[in-house]
T-cell receptor
Framework: AQSVTQLGSHVSVSEGALVLLRCNYS??????LFWYVQYPNQGLQLLLKYTSAATLVKGINGFEAEFKKSETSFHLTKPSAHMSDAAEYFCAVSGVQNDYKLSFGAGTTVTVRA | DTGVSQDPRHKITKRGQNVTFRCDPI?????LYWYRQTLGQGPEFLTY????????KSRLLSDRFSAERPKGSFSTLEIQRTEQGDSAMYLC?????????????FGQGTRLTVV
């Protein structure tokens, strides 16, 4: 079985500051990990995914995440926050490559201060 | 192709009524997933199809829930005798089958309110 835990339900950052969203996973098999973003009343959009090819994964909109097996973590970062980054972010895990039967975390809401 | 579309976007129903939602996936996608998202939570997996075959159902999917994908294209999710606890956003996603480098695309969801 796979699960993820997102640390911090709300994160507030200043425009231009670092965005760091934390995700820890638990998996009985090698995990496939994902970060999604959700804007109000919208579906989910994939930011990036880890599929064991490289531990540092670059995604869209300047986001990246690093897979650390020793820490069972997959934290999401962006060097410089933009107002448009205000949204809810979800970490998710699958036990099968390219299988989208996902277990999601509870989400982290990001607000960006001008 | 305009992506995954879901209909209706919003549904308000009285407790005890039946409701049906529709999902139209991206046309060449043979996998279709249903998720439920309650307020303040991440999506929870409900069920998925490969073509017309329903391959797995979560234990969250009680007997009042039924999903179909009769011709391997669009899918419907029906909830019978709705309860207030069914109020949630119901999300549909589609993808190519595993074994291909693929991404799942989500629809905008159907928000159900049971009053």
């Amino acid at each position: 079985a796979q699960s993820v835990t997102q640390l911090g339900s709300h994160v507030s950052v200043s425009e231009g500051a670092l965005v760091l969203l934390r995700c820890n996973y638990s998996s009985s098999v090698p995990p496939y990990l994902f970060w999604y973003v959700q804007y109000p009343n919208q579906g989910l959009q994939l930011l990036l995914k880890y599929t064991s090819a490289a531990t540092l994964v670059k995604g869209i909109n300047g986001f990246e995440a690093e897979f650390k097996k020793s820490e069972t973590s997959f934290h999401l970062t962006k060097p410089s926050a933009h107002m448009s980054d205000a949204a809810e972010y979800f970490c998710a895990v699958s036990g099968v490559q390219n299988d989208y039967k996902l277990s999601f975390g509870a989400g982290t809401t990001v607000t960006v201060r001008a | 192709d305009t992506g995954v579309s879901q209909d209706p976007r919003h549904k308000i129903t009285k407790r005890g009524q039946n409701v049906t939602f529709r999902c139209d996936p991206i046309s060449e996608h043979n996998r279709l997933y249903w998720y439920r998202q309650t307020l303040g939570q991440g999506p929870e997996f409900l069920t998925y199809f490969q073509n017309e075959a329903q391959l797995e159902k979560s234990r969250l999917l009680s007997d009042r829930f039924s999903a179909e994908r009769p011709k391997g294209s669009f899918s419907t999710l029906e909830i019978q005798r709705t309860e207030q606890g069914d109020s949630a956003m119901y999300l549909c996603a589609s993808s190519l089958a595993p074994g291909q480098n693929t991404e799942a695309f989500f629809g905008q969801g159907t928000r159900l309110t049971v009053v």
